[in-house]
Nanobody
Framework: QVQLVESGGGLVQAGGSLRLSCAAS????????AGWFRQAPGKEREFVTT????????YYADSVKGRFTVSRDNAKNTVYLQMNSLKPEETAVYYC????????????????WGQGTQVTVSS
């Protein structure tokens, strides 16, 4: 079992930056791959990025490549999402997930989820 808590969301103007954190407790976090997803009102949960257990492998949605960076510090049991050049259409609740095995862009493959953190990008 692992518990995830996201933080760092907030209100930012278009073009601005935010850094989200996902703190894990419980079982050793380094045994899990992690991912960030987002969900806007009335829409399905959308893949943003995923990172391998050791942090050496990452994948991004095409829409965020070059602007978002995922990283992790297993000594601190934390995954980060640095978001730059944010756009109004990226307003959503951002969720952190953890899964056994390898990275994945499929939300249903994740075993654990945090409660989410709201990101609002104003135009």
């Amino acid at each position: 079992q692992v518990q995830l808590v996201e933080s760092g969301g907030g209100l930012v103007q278009a073009g601005g930056s935010l850094r989200l954190s996902c703190a894990a407790s419980g079982r050793t976090f380094s045994v899990y791959a992690a991912g960030w997803f987002r969900q806007a009102p009335g829409k399905e949960r959308e893949f943003v990025t995923t990172i391998s257990r050791g942090g050496g492998v990452t994948y991004y949605a095409d829409s965020v490549k070059g602007r978002f960076t995922v990283s992790r510090d297993n000594a601190k049991n934390t995954v980060y999402l640095q978001m730059n050049s944010l756009k109004p259409e990226e307003t959503a609740v951002y969720y952190c997930g953890a899964k056994s095995g390898t990275t994945s862009y499929i939300a249903a493959s994740y075993n654990y989820w945090g409660q989410g953190t709201q990101v609002t990008v104003s135009s």
